[in-house]
């Protein structure tokens, strides 16, 4: 691995003030799955009957997401990448019980820009 995935910057967007990309190694991903157990889907069926949030489903996607980022960035790391441009999340439910996360993006090398040179003297 070329370099540690916990430098791997992550951005939603095209273009990051201040660099320039100098290599596109192309489409990055990371997925992970996690099943909900029985004692949250039980409990998120008496919530439905109160409303509010459900808190065990919260901590679960945020936990996925995590996990999924980590994948990417580690794939991208791998690649020989040091970012990762206009990342998104896709999410899947499987069956009743579990849910699936991708994180995706466009795996690059971004480079800072040179300053502008200093003005000529008056």
């Given at each position: 691995?070329?370099?540690?995935?916990?430098?791997?910057?992550?951005?939603?967007?095209?273009?990051?003030?201040?660099?320039?990309?100098?290599?596109?190694?192309?489409?990055?991903?990371?997925?992970?799955?996690?099943?909900?157990?029985?004692?949250?889907?039980?409990?998120?069926?008496?919530?439905?009957?109160?409303?509010?949030?459900?808190?065990?489903f919260?901590?679960?996607?945020?936990?996925?997401?995590?996990?999924?980022?980590?994948?990417?960035?580690?794939?991208?790391?791998?690649?020989?990448?040091?970012?990762?441009?206009?990342?998104?999340?896709?999410?899947?439910?499987?069956?009743?019980?579990?849910?699936?996360?991708?994180?995706?993006?466009?795996?690059?090398?971004?480079?800072?820009?040179?300053?502008?040179p200093?003005?000529?003297?008056?």
């Amino acid at each position: 691995m070329a370099v540690d995935p916990q430098s791997i910057l992550v951005v939603t967007t095209q273009d990051v003030p201040g660099f320039r990309v100098t290599r596109v190694f192309g489409e990055v991903f990371g997925c992970t799955s996690r099943s909900r157990h029985m004692f949250s889907t039980m409990g998120a069926g008496f919530k439905a009957l109160v409303g509010g949030e459900l808190v065990a489903f919260s901590k679960l996607i945020e936990e996925t997401r995590i996990e999924a980022i980590w994948r990417m960035r580690t794939n991208a790391a791998n690649m020989g990448a040091n970012a990762v441009i206009m990342m998104r999340f896709d999410n899947e439910s499987m069956a009743q019980t579990a849910g699936g996360t991708v994180a995706y993006g466009t795996a690059v090398v971004l480079e800072p820009l040179l300053p502008a040179p200093p003005a000529p003297p008056a």
